[in-house]
């Protein structure tokens, strides 16, 4: 049955070729669903990520039918949520790309909904989330502050100008919204964060190759792990870390003064 009342959304798939796209949709019998469709051809002998000849075995062989792109149909929880992150089911046989946004988005959109699962959604809400700030990599890092501040050696260990930003921060709900202060600096604190971690433990031309393209998350996990490889152990390694937070702090301080001037309200 659910194949079925399913029959009428696929087809209208069928012919649809590019670009790839996630297809969330709801019918007006109340089923709702997500399909992931593009034209997408069967390699037997390759993955498409890089030119093979076209020949000895390396013809596509078709194309993927609808019916196995990824999809779901009435999810038992009642809705659907992508945000360009990796859709791939687990086990999923079939290869449809390798790069994907970051999950931050998805994730904010799950806690979002799953915080009002007991109620029907309006218009409003739906609103609302599709406009909403609240950063899930911000959050990540101020929950570290935050525990740095509250650990009374860590806490002397912070500068006297970083102290009224600081104290700003960890009271900083994590929105991105265009008027906060706390926001700018703090786009610009994630920016500092690679170079403060990894490039005191790298050459000079290692890190003219490949500063540029550090994730800045990658730094926050070595930060939350007080990885010794960066930091050293114990004690010590935690002072260094800390070390490496508030610099790559002051850093973003300095810039958004030259940038923006000295008045947070401004």
């Known amino acids: 049955d659910r194949a079925k009342d ?3 959304s696929l087809k209208a798939l069928e012919r649809w070729k590019v670009p790839g796209r996630n297809f969330v949709y709801a019918e007006v ?32 062989r078709g194309h993927l039918s609808v019916a196995d792109y990824p999809q779901r149909f009435n999810p038992k929880e009642g809705w659907i949520a992508t945000a360009n992150h990796n859709i791939l089911p687990p086990g999923y046989p079939h290869t449809l790309g390798y790069e994907w946004a970051p999950p931050d988005r998805y994730q904010r959109i799950l806690t979002v909904l799953r915080a009002q699962d007991s109620r029907k959604f309006s218009v409003e809400d739906f609103a609302r989330l599709q406009h909403d700030t609240v950063s899930g ?38 929105d991105l919204s265009k008027d906060s202060a706390e926001a700018a600096l703090y786009e610009l604190w994630r920016n500092e964060l690679p170079a ?56 973003a301080l300095k810039k958004a003064e030259e940038r923006l001037g000295t008045d947070p309200a401004r």
């Not at 509250?150 to 100008?161: K, L, M, P, S, V």
């Open 137 to 174: 990599p911000a959050q990540r890092l101020i929950g570290l502050l935050t525990q740095i501040q509250a650990d009374g050696r860590a806490a002397e260990r912070i500068d006297a100008t970083l102290r009224p930003w600081v104290d700003r921060l960890v009271r900083w709900e994590a």
């Open 6 to 8: 399913q029959k009428g």
């Open 29 to 60: 019998e109340g089923n709702i669903g997500w399909i992931a469709a593009a034209r997408t051809p069967v390699r037997e002998k390759h993955d498409g990520l890089l030119p093979v000849p076209g020949r000895e075995g390396h013809e596509w």
């Open 196 to 251: 403060a971690v990894f490039q005191p433990k790298l050459s000079e031309p290692v890190w003219k190759l490949v500063g540029s393209f550090v994730d800045p998350e990658r730094a926050v996990d070595a930060l939350q792990a007080v990885e010794p490889r960066w930091f050293g152990a114990g004690e010590a390694g935690r002072a260094a870390r800390d070390a490496a937070l508030f610099a790559a702090l002051g850093a």
